[in-house]
């Protein structure tokens, strides 16, 4: 089968699933166009250089043709050659390798150990006969040393045996530069700047020629295998390596890059980034230099040519010239991805970065990440999609868009063209099997929420907030609520339609809370809690609303609703006026006035209030203070109150009273009074008495009617609160008075007589009440009195004592101090002038200071009562 046949043949075949199909084989010159109908003549080597192709056959001929590319509208690259010349070299051997030197217009032609000169147009030998001798193969040095545009430097396998010779080559005549010693018969070679890479008889090595200094690579037998010397980049090398290996090797004698396992009949290898090209006897195979893999095998018999030239492969038969046409890097990824292999494609993709401008690259690679995203979605494989998707900075409506009504309305999104995916919508995508739906919704709920404060949002954060509502109201999801209660972008119309269907109305009314809707936000949720309609998000519903309420700046809103969160719990309702912020109260928004007359119909919530406003506000207001005490009251006489003697149970309110009117000075005791008077209230009646400094009738009521001698006792320690001690002493001694008062003795008032001298002796006349105790009552009785009146009593003289010694040393230092001062002369003369009206002295009377100034005594009178004058300094 002819070559070209078999090439078009390889279209038909089945792809293996890693196989990719990066190029296509087209024939660049026919066999007839070349030789006609010479069935002897074969092609030895070719050249190629922009359009120019040159061909040297085995009965030394060195052909021209121009070759114009032409695509179809396929896409398919195909070529037309057009024969210029050809011209016989003058020898009787085959044209061995051709290089062209496109600076010089030159082309180097090797044939019979001799490299000729010629005209790149012409054919034609240079005029000067300038040639190389003795050379068995050539290289040029792509990396040239010399810098000089006019010249080329090549590298030469002398036939001098272990001889390589370097010659700088311009276009009219050669100059040999270098000549080195090898240390086996060189085979192949590879230059690049001061580096040659040689093929020996046993092994690979580095040479730099210009130190000498030799770096083996690795062994291999040229006598099994040809050897292969490539220069594929700066600085290095791919060369044919033992067992089937493509090495990469670089001048330091190193790798950079994993080998690729190719045939053990390798006979030319070319690079054509990111593909090393292999062609043995049969095929021409296809690796990755990204992953190593084999991604391409064409069938390609007799084939022994195989080079590229600036990207362009060229393969050739004995009798035909082929080119490999690389399909787009675009086109290469697209049938990867089409075929899901994902990590291909973006491992080739990334390949291609060297190839293509950056910011179209950018475009590109950003296109495959999200396509990949997508593939990897469909495949499930949500963790991976997710990353593609950030790294390729997906528009993430393009995700929303697959599910169904997800995107608002109002959205004016339309998907990518060309799209990124072949999927309609999810259903298509999971042929509606519900449970891989209902993983993609989960992943797309996790990643919205991700991505919703984040820089992806921005400029569509309404069309990602909208469609993470509607997901957690679908699924039920406990976030739908923490999503409304922060700040967020859900369209009003869309998402209100959508939890209304779904019946989130508590959801509902958060949503219309963050619009500003809070009339239409408590009117739902007090239809849910009057159970018009139903909603079991919250089961505190109720003191939700109240809490709304009470950090509401609405007052209308407030007032509104205010009556039903009181007609549903009098307790809880008031807290909406109660559990406002202080600074809202400071601003005096809602008038306690008000609220009170609001209140009014609410007997339990108007005493919540006004406790909050005297207990908790401590508002310095009579009306606040006598209502709620005439509130405890009425509260009490309703309950039946108790005595309030000793060990009598007190109720709340009792005990809310009693403690309001022994606390508050504001409220009108003589109203209170009146109303207590008959009422059976003994205590409150002795705290009112108190109040009004009417403490023996106080007293009288809670020794005599109550019979409560401790509550009698703490009367005197409250009413003297903060008072002088005499007023102290005076309320005790009345107390005692009562219990040794005229009338007969009970034996209990005796009792408490005694407790009360025993246990407060500091706060009696000791003297007074040794006048007033009966001569019945023994020493030992009053023992604890006495020795607490004797030692308070000792303790004050003491005092006295101490106070009467400090001042008397006091004074002692003051006379030492004046006694210092007198006993300095002083000298007065007619000359000496007083220091404040600085007259002289007419009589040996004058005041002197303590720094030594001397003033008429007139003058320190003046300063006394004139405080302003000038002082000359203390006076003594």
């Not at 002369?825 to 005041?847: A, G, H, I, T, Y």
């Not at 008429?856 to 002082?871: I, K």
Request: one cysteine or more; proline letters at 5%; hydrophobic letters at 40%.
């Amino acid at each position: 089968m002819h070559p070209r046949e078999e090439c078009k043949g390889i279209q038909d075949q089945p792809a293996d699933m890693m196989s990719t199909k990066a190029f296509s084989l087209v024939s660049a010159v026919e066999r007839e166009l070349l030789m006609g109908d010479k069935e002897r003549v074969n092609i030895e080597c070719v050249e190629c250089c922009g359009r120019n192709l040159y061909v040297g056959t085995s009965d030394c001929f060195v052909y021209h043709f121009l070759l114009e590319e032409n695509t179809l509208p396929a896409g398919t690259a195909t070529f037309t050659a057009t024969k210029q010349l050809h011209r016989h070299l003058g020898f009787k051997k085959p044209v061995n390798e051709l290089r062209a030197a496109s600076a010089l217009n030159r082309l180097l032609v090797l044939c019979d150990n001799c490299i000729t000169l010629v005209n790149m147009m012409s054919l034609e030998p240079v005029p000067s006969g300038a040639r190389i001798k003795g050379a068995t193969a050539f290289a040029l040095n792509e990396n040239p040393v010399s810098g000089d545009p006019f010249c080329v430097e090549v590298c030469i396998i002398s036939v001098k045996r272990r001889t390589i010779q370097v010659f700088m080559v311009y276009e009219d005549r050669v100059q040999i530069v270098r000549e080195v010693s090898t240390p086996e018969q060189p085979l192949a070679v590879a230059v690049d700047g001061h580096f040659l890479c040689l093929a020996l008889t046993t092994q690979y090595i580095i040479l730099n020629y210009s130190t000498g200094v030799a770096q083996d690579l690795f062994p291999y037998c040229s006598e099994e295998k040809r050897p292969i010397v490539k220069r594929i980049g700066r600085q290095e090398f791919l060369l044919a390596g033992p067992g089937g290996l493509g090495m990469f090797a670089t001048v330091a004698g190193i790798s950079q890059r994993a080998p690729v396992h190719w045939s053990e009949n390798v006979v030319g290898a070319a690079i054509c980034f990111p593909y090393v090209i292999a062609l043995d006897d049969e095929f021409i195979t296809v690796h990755s230099m990204l992953d190593q893999q084999q991604k391409q095998t064409l069938p390609f018999k007799e084939g022994h040519i195989l080079q590229d030239f600036e990207g362009r492969v060229i393969v050739a038969t004995s009798k035909g010239v082929y080119i490999l046409v690389p399909l787009p890097l675009e086109k290469q990824i697209q049938d990867l991805l089409a075929s899901r292999r994902v990590e291909e494609a973006l491992i080739l993709a990334k390949g291609a970065r060297r190839n293509i401008p950056k910011e179209k690259f950018q475009v590109m690679y950003r296109r495959i990440l999200q396509q990949a995203g997508f593939i990897q979605f469909a495949q499930l494989q949500f963790l991976e999609a997710k990353e593609l998707f950030r790294s390729g900075q997906l528009d993430v409506r393009e995700l929303i868009s697959l599910y169904p009504f997800l995107l608002p309305t109002s959205s004016s999104f339309t998907r990518s063209h060309p799209p990124l995916h072949e999927y309609a919508d999810l259903n298509q995508l999971t042929q509606g099997d519900q449970e891989k739906m209902a993983k993609c919704k989960r992943f797309l709920m996790s990643y919205l929420n991700e991505v919703r404060s984040t820089e992806v949002a921005n400029g569509y954060k309404e069309d990602i907030d909208t469609a993470l509502l509607k997901l957690y109201a679908e699924a039920d999801h406990d976030s739908l609520l923490d999503l409304l209660v922060t700040e967020n972008f859900c369209l009003l119309t869309d998402s209100a339609a959508w939890l209304e269907k779904h019946k989130k109305y508590f959801a509902l009314g958060l949503l219309y809370h963050s619009n500003n809707q809070d009339a239409a936000a408590v009117q739902l949720w007090v239809n849910i809690v009057n159970g018009e309609i139903h909603d079991s998000t919250r089961s505190d519903l109720y003191e939700y609303v109240v809490d709304f309420l009470t950090h509401s700046l609405d007052r209308e809103l407030v007032w509104q609703y205010a009556g039903w969160a009181l007609q549903k719990s009098e307790e809880v309702g008031v807290q909406v006026f109660t559990k406002r912020p202080l600074n809202e109260q400071q601003k005096s928004s809602f008038n306690p006035d008000d609220v009170i007359t609001c209140l009014k119909k609410y007997p339990k919530a108007l005493v919540k209030y006004l406790e909050h406003l005297v207990v908790d506000r401590s508002l310095q207001k009579e009306e606040y203070h006598t209502r709620l005490a005439l509130l405890y009251l009425d509260e009490v006489l309703r309950q039946g109150p108790s005595t309030g003697g000793r060990g009598a149970e007190v109720t709340e309110t009792q005990a809310k009273l009693r403690q309001l009117l022994q606390k508050s000075d504001l409220y009108r005791v003589h109203f209170l009074m009146d109303r207590i008077q008959g009422a059976g209230l003994p205590m409150e009646s002795a705290i009112l008495h108190g109040k009004l400094e009417e403490h023996e009738e106080a007293l009288r009521i809670l020794v005599h009617e109550l019979r409560d001698f401790s509550a009698a006792e703490d009367y005197c320690l409250w009413r003297s609160e903060g008072r002088a001690p005499p007023y102290r002493q005076r309320l005790f001694h009345t107390l005692l008075a009562i219990y040794l008062g005229p009338g007969p003795s009970a034996p209990e008032l005796t009792v408490a007589a005694v407790d009360l001298l025993n246990h407060h002796a500091t706060e009696f006349d000791a003297a007074q009440v040794l006048q007033l105790l009966p001569g019945t009552w023994s020493v030992q009785l009053l023992c604890p009195f006495l020795t607490g009146a004797m030692r308070d009593s000792v303790h004050t003289r003491r005092t006295a004592q101490v106070a009467v010694g400090l001042a008397k040393s006091e004074n002692l230092i003051y006379k030492y101090d004046k006694m210092k001062l007198k006993g300095s002369s002083v000298r007065l003369s007619d000359k000496k002038l007083c220091q404040m009206c600085q007259n002289p002295f007419c009589e040996p009377v004058f005041v002197r200071y303590p720094n030594g100034g001397l003033v008429h005594t007139h003058c320190a009178a003046s300063r006394q009562t004139n405080p302003s004058s000038p002082s000359p300094g203390a006076r003594t």
